[in-house]
Structures are given as C-alpha cells and as structure tokens.
Nanobody, 123 residues
C-alpha cells in the first residue's frame, strides 16, 4: 500500500505561485508514475500533470502547460507541483496519485490517491 499526503495549498493572489508537495509512505514510489489532478465541486476530477518514474517523461494539461512544472525526488519519496502565474480558474482541490503502470493522464489508471490540498486563487 502507498499512502500519499499532499501539502502546500493555500490562498494566493492571481499571478502568484505555490508549490505543492506529495509525500509518499508505506512503499517506495520509485517505480510508480505519479500524477496531479484537481477537482472543483460539481465537476469531474481533471488531469493536471504526470511524471514517469524516471522523470524523463512529463505530461501536462493544455490549461497549465508553461505555467506548472511537475517533478519528483525519489530519494525523498516525494512529488512536487510548482504552480506559477496562477489564475482564478486554477482554484481547486489538488490531488496526488500513484500509478504502477506507465505514465498516464487518465485518473482511472491511478491506484493510490491522497486526500487533497485546497488551492484558492483570489485577490
């Protein structure tokens, strides 16, 4: 089993930055592809970014490309999401997920999920 705990969410002004962290425990995530998703009430969970276990391959949703960066530190069993130039439409609960298979943008492919961290973008 893999337990995932997100942190780093909060309130930020439009144009600001946040760095989300996802700390894994229970098992090493070195061989897992990792993803970030987000969800607002009343809407389906939306793919944000994903990274392969080697960090060689990354995927991004078009809406965040060029503004968000996913990275991982396998030695720390942690995945990050650096979010820059935040917009009000980025406000959501952000979830970290782990996938034993290859990198994927589909939420259905991820076996383990964190509880989420809230990001609010408002002036």
């Amino acid at each position: 089993q893999v337990q995932l705990v997100e942190s780093g969410g909060g309130l930020v002004q439009p144009g600001g930055s946040l760095r989300l962290s996802c700390a894994a425990s229970g098992r090493s995530i070195n061989s897992y592809a990792m993803g970030w998703f987000r969800q607002v009430p009343g809407k389906e969970r939306e793919f944000v970014a994903a990274i392969s276990w080697t960090s060689i391959t990354t995927y991004y949703a078009d809406s965040v490309k060029g503004r968000f960066t996913i990275s991982r530190d396998n030695a720390k069993n942690t995945v990050y999401l650096q979010m820059n130039s935040l917009k009000p439409e980025d406000a959501a609960a952000y979830y970290c997920a782990a996938n034993r298979g290859p990198i994927d943008s589909r939420a259905s492919k991820y076996e383990y999920w964190g509880q989420g961290t809230q990001v609010t973008v408002s002036s």
